[in-house]
């Protein structure tokens, strides 16, 4: 069982940055593709980014391609999201979450394991 603890959510303007955090827990980090999902209100969870499980390999969604950057640390058991250049938008629930499969994927069907989810907000 994985647990995932996020941080580093909040309030920013646009044209700002932030960095996301995910703490992992409870089982051996460097066995599992992460990725990072976000969620508007009244939206279905849209895949942002994922990560293999060395770090070589990273694949981001196109909405995010060239501001946001996902990496990893596995001696720190936490993998990151840096946000760049953000754009005004409505309030997101970011979530970082592990799949049940080995490989990376941004099919949130596959994954199990899930963060709490800490809020960003992008004024203009």
């Known amino acids: 069982q994985v647990q995932l603890v996020e941080s580093g959510g909040g309030l920013v303007q646009a044209g700002g940055s932030l960095r996301l955090s995910c703490a992992a827990s409870?089982?051996?980090?460097?066995?599992?593709?992460m990725g990072w999902f976000r969620q508007a209100p009244g939206k279905e969870r849209e895949f942002v980014a994922t990560?293999?499980?060395?770090?070589?390999?990273?694949y981001h969604a196109d909405s995010v391609k060239g501001r946001f950057t996902i990496s990893r640390d596995n001696a720190k058991k936490t993998v990151y999201l840096q946000l760049n250049s953000l754009k005004p938008a409505a309030p997101a629930i970011y979530y970082c979450?592990?799949?049940?499969?080995?490989?990376?994927?941004?099919?949130?069907?596959?994954?199990?394991?899930w963060g709490q989810g800490p809020q960003v907000t992008v004024s203009s």
């Open positions: 979450a592990a799949p049940s499969i080995a490989i990376m994927t941004g099919d949130v069907a596959k994954y199990v394991y």
């Open positions: 409870g089982g051996t980090f460097s066995n599992y593709a």
């Open positions: 990560i293999s499980r060395s770090g070589s390999n990273t």
